[in-house]
């Protein structure tokens, strides 16, 4: 079945307990946090301090979504503040710095993602496709809440989950951007395991209601 991880980014944040508690009761999977520099994305949102609050707050598996430029800067430091899983993309820093972000990570314990933008290909996690536990494909340009999900990002899903399954490799592939109760079913049959959704689930009176729909229409048998 396909899990669902709510991203605060759509929800009233001076009221961010509050709805943090209500997606929870909703049944949402895990809890997913848009942190944003201005300079990888044209937008800021988050950080460290808001995760920090937000893990005393809830025992929510927290899924950080760094949307910042030189992940291995800040990777350890998200881990500290509460972050279950830590993804960052493989366009906001060198190989090296990669590499680094993702051991920093690994060192911390933590679960680990990498995140790919619309124009990067599947391939260019490969490097790293044994060390890590989640591949975030984003289905709008990231930065931006309520955009229209691209749907010339399924055959990239497909590909990642084929990538895996030719190594043998247990791996979580979430879909990050338009998701909702007509994208998720796309997705999920494109091989996706973990969606996120902002809008979808925020923007609803009855969360609890949208995440079941969101759930629903998966189309294969998987658990
Ligand atoms: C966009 C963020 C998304 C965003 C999704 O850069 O990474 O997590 O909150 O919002 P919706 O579901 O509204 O497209
Ligand atoms: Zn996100």
């Known amino acids: 079945m396909l899990k669902i991880a709510p991203s605060v980014l759509a ?5 961010l ?12 999977d895990w809890l997913h946090l848009d942190v944003m520099d201005g300079r990888f994305v044209p937008n800021i949102s988050i950080g460290i301090p808001v995760v920090a609050s937000v893990r005393k707050a809830t025992d929510m598996f927290l899924d950080v979504h760094l949307m910042i430029m030189e992940p291995r ?3 350890a430091r998200f881990c500290d503040a509460g972050a279950d899983m830590v993804s960052f993309h493989v366009e906001a820093d060198t190989a090296e710095g990669i ?12 679960m680990v993602g990498l995140a790919l933008k619309p124009a990067t290909p599947a391939e260019a ?10 591949v975030l ?11 229209r999900f691209m749907e010339d990002m399924l055959p990239k899903l497909r590909a990642v989950r084929r990538m895996a399954a030719g190594r043998g490799k247990d791996l979580i592939l979430e879909t990050d951007g338009g998701i909702d109760e007509r994208t998720a079913p796309l997705a999920a049959a494109a091989g996706c395991t973990m969606a996120v959704a902002g ?3 925020f923007g609803s009176a009855d969360r609890a209601a949208a995440i079941r729909a969101l759930r629903a229409p998966t ?4 658990d």
Do not use: C, H
């Not at 189309?219 to 998987?222: A, K, N, R, V």
């Open 73 to 75: 800067i800040y990777a």
């Open 11 to 15: 929800a009233d944040f001076a009221a």
């Open 137 to 147: 494909v984003m289905t709008v340009e990231p930065g931006f809440g309520g955009q």
């Open 199 to 201: 809008s979808a689930v």
């Open 17 to 28: 307990g509050r709805e943090i508690a209500d997606v929870r009761r909703a049944g949402a």
């Open 99 to 110: 590499t680094k972000a993702v051991e920093a990570v690994k060192a911390k314990g933590k």
């Open 125 to 134: 996690v490969l490097p790293w496709l044994e060390q890590i536990d989640m």
């Open 219 to 222: 189309l294969s048998q998987e």
